[in-house]
């Protein structure tokens, strides 16, 4: 990719650390910072803008004063929404992020119709079923940011367990990013090592829940969602894009037959590169995972269909 632009949608705790990342990494030429309050956006790009001066390579981080900002942009992250609040209904809550989806993934096809779409928008594997039936483009380019996330929680609490190999640790979830989430420590590793040659089945267990718990845990404390993890896991995508690395990263992508699923968005190990999805990885699941797997896909299933119900897709 020639450009090297990525677009930020939402510039909240989420999508400005995701760009503070990249640019303190030198990830990309130049990044976008769109938001509905656009003195917002106007702030965090300057103070991003400022700190550049100390990264290993100059990176522009522009401010959008409106939607034509993202013209021309490799890849889009779609970080707007608003969380649940008080007496709000899951329906409630499902419409009025849809319809902010909506008018982003209009303004991307309208401005960035190349663009590789990167949703990190709750509910997620939801909001990314949206963006495929609005844009009709190849499943290859809209991709969920979800597992780099839970996986990192995952791996940091392995790290906990075990007391060493941080940095070594390849930890594998599969299914929504909510409470039906599949951790699968099974399958992790330790510099290679399986995790089960280090940990008890009990400690394994223990990891599987506070995976699972991970972001509640969080918002306990600080009284909001967490932003550190979600944008260095962001970045991490953007540059597997950019770079063409071909990493193999748990993502939620469009199911077309894989797993037994068709039509459905749910979390999955995929390989990543310079055209969004390359492959999904189809892991053999034991009975049971299946079936843990298929409450999860329906999880996400019963959201679409309030949507439907709604006559969202009609309009």
């Known amino acids: 990719m020639t450009n090297r632009k990525v677009g930020i949608v939402g510039a909240g705790f989420v999508g400005a650390t995701?760009?503070?990342?990249?640019?303190?990494?030198?990830?990309?030429?130049?990044?976008?910072?769109?938001?509905?309050?656009?003195?917002?956006?106007?702030?965090?790009?300057?103070?991003?803008?400022?700190s550049t001066a100390y990264s290993p390579q100059g990176t522009i981080v522009t401010p959008a004063k409106d939607a034509s900002y993202l013209q021309g942009c490799d890849i889009v992250v779609i970080t707007a929404g608003v969380p649940r609040k008080g007496d709000m209904t899951r329906a409630d809550l499902l419409n009025i992020n849809a319809k902010i989806m909506k008018d982003v993934v209009n303004n991307i096809m309208k401005y960035s119709p190349d663009a590789i779409i990167?949703?990190?928008?709750?509910?997620?594997?939801?909001?990314?079923?949206?963006?495929?039936?609005?844009?009709?483009?190849?499943?290859?380019r809209i991709i969920g940011m979800a597992g780099a996330l839970d996986g990192a929680r995952m791996s940091y609490?392995?790290?906990?367990?075990?007391?060493?190999?941080?940095?070594?640790?390849?930890?594998?979830?599969?299914?929504?990013?909510?409470?039906?989430?599949?951790?699968?420590?099974?399958?992790?590793?330790?510099?290679?090592?399986?995790?089960?040659?280090?940990?008890?089945?009990?400690?394994?267990?223990?990891?599987?829940?506070?995976?699972?718990?991970?972001?509640?845990?969080?918002?306990?404390?600080?009284g909001t969602s967490a932003y550190y993890a979600p944008g260095r896991a962001?970045?991490?995508?953007?540059?597997?894009?950019?770079?063409?690395?071909?990493?193999?990263?748990?993502?939620?992508?469009?199911?077309?037959?894989?797993?037994g699923y068709k039509d459905i968005t749910v979390g999955v190990p995929i390989v990543l590169g310079k055209n969004g999805l390359h492959k999904i990885v189809e892991l053999q699941l034991d009975k049971e995972t299946k079936q843990k797997f298929k409450i999860s896909v329906d999880s996400i299933q019963e959201g679409i269909d309030i949507l439907k119900k709604e006559g969202f897709f009609e309009i």
């Open 18 to 50: 995701a760009a503070y990342s990249m640019a303190m990494l030198g990830t990309c030429k130049e990044i976008v910072l769109y938001d509905i309050d656009t003195d917002l956006a106007i702030g965090k790009a300057i103070d991003i803008g400022q």
């Open 118 to 140: 990167v949703c990190v928008s709750n509910p997620l594997d939801i909001m990314t079923y949206v963006i495929h039936k609005m844009t009709n483009w190849k499943r290859e």
């Open 157 to 222: 609490e392995i790290s906990q367990k075990v007391g060493y190999g941080a940095g070594q640790i390849n930890a594998m979830l599969i299914g929504d990013h909510g409470q039906h989430m599949i951790p699968l420590p099974e399958i992790s590793t330790v510099g290679g090592i399986p995790l089960g040659n280090l940990i008890s089945k009990n400690d394994m267990a223990d990891i599987i829940e506070k995976t699972k718990s991970g972001g509640a845990s969080i918002v306990k404390r600080l």
């Open 234 to 259: 962001i970045s991490v995508m953007v540059k597997a894009i950019l770079d063409d690395t071909h990493i193999v990263v748990p993502s939620c992508v469009m199911l077309d037959g894989e797993y």
